[in-house]
Structures are given as structure tokens and as C-alpha cells.
């Protein structure tokens, strides 16, 4: 499952607000972050609707590092924490795997935009070099 990160509009607006620390939740979210790790926390930020999973005193002076953010708990969200956990995670690997599938996306968006157009003009073009004549050629006056 996708994990939806906030948006950094969401973030902004949750500056500053009122955090809830989750201890239990439907999915047992918060209790098998605590399995995976006693000092991940999982906190609710009211203001900007979105979860926050802690690595508590993680931060500089012991504060709060914030692993990553969510906007709705489910079971992806343990199994994500529980690859960054394992220490074999990649985050190169996973973003570079991002990059080629955007990529493919895009070369298949240009295909789609593309191909009729280009079949199209390559086939008019092959029928006037087939006629041997390759159309009506501009030539300006100081040319000739």
C-alpha cells in the first residue's frame, strides 16, 4: 500500500499546533511501531491533519526526530518503518526506481500525444518520395 505523505501545505499549517500522542489506534498501528522499536512514537497533528511517526530523543538535545509523515494509518505504514528499520533500506535505490518510472510515464504520455500524428506525417512523407516529387520547395530570390 501507498503511503500518502502531508503536503508541505499541511505541514505549514500544522506549525505550531496541538500534537496528540497516539498510543492505540484501530489498525495497532502505534503498538506495532513499539514492537518494531520502544523509542518510535506516533503523534496526531490536529491543525494540520496529518501523522507524524517519532524517533524519540533521536533530534539534536534529545528532542523528537521525525521519521516520516502520513495521512492516514494503515498497515503499509508499519511495513515501510520496517524496512528503514531493517538497515538494509536504500533510499537511493528507491528514489532512482521512482525516477525510471516517472520516466516511463513520461515516454509513454509522449507516445500517446505523438504516435498518430508522427504515423500520420511519415506516411505522407513516404508518399510524395515515392511520387518523386517531394513537394513544392521555397527558394528565396537570392538563392537562384
Not at 27 to 46: F, H, P, S, T
Not at 67 to 73: K, P, R
Request: net charge negative.
Amino acid at each position: 500500500m501507498r503511503i500518502e505523505p502531508a503536503t508541505i501545505n499541511q505541514v505549514i499549517t500544522g506549525r505550531g499546533g496541538r500534537k496528540i500522542l497516539v498510543e492505540d489506534d484501530v489498525c495497532g498501528v502505534a503498538k506495532q511501531l513499539k514492537e518494531i522499536d520502544d523509542r518510535l512514537a506516533l503523534e496526531y497533528n490536529e491543525s494540520g491533519e496529518y501523522f507524524m511517526i517519532l524517533l524519540l530523543g533521536a533530534g539534536l538535545g534529545g528532542r523528537p526526530h521525525c521519521v516520516t509523515t502520513c495521512q492516514e494509518l494503515h498497515g503499509g505504514v508499519v511495513e515501510h518503518i520496517r524496512r528503514l528499520a531493517n538497515g538494509t533500506y536504500d533510499v537511493g535505490a528507491e528514489g532512482d526506481q521512482i525516477d525510471r518510472q516517472a520516466d516511463a510515464n513520461n515516454d509513454w504520455q509522449f507516445r500517446e500525444n505523438v504516435g498518430e500524428i508522427s504515423e500520420k506525417l511519415a506516411h505522407a512523407i513516404r508518399t510524395d518520395l515515392k511520387k518523386g516529387h517531394p513537394g513544392p520547395v521555397y527558394l528565396p530570390p537570392d538563392v537562384y
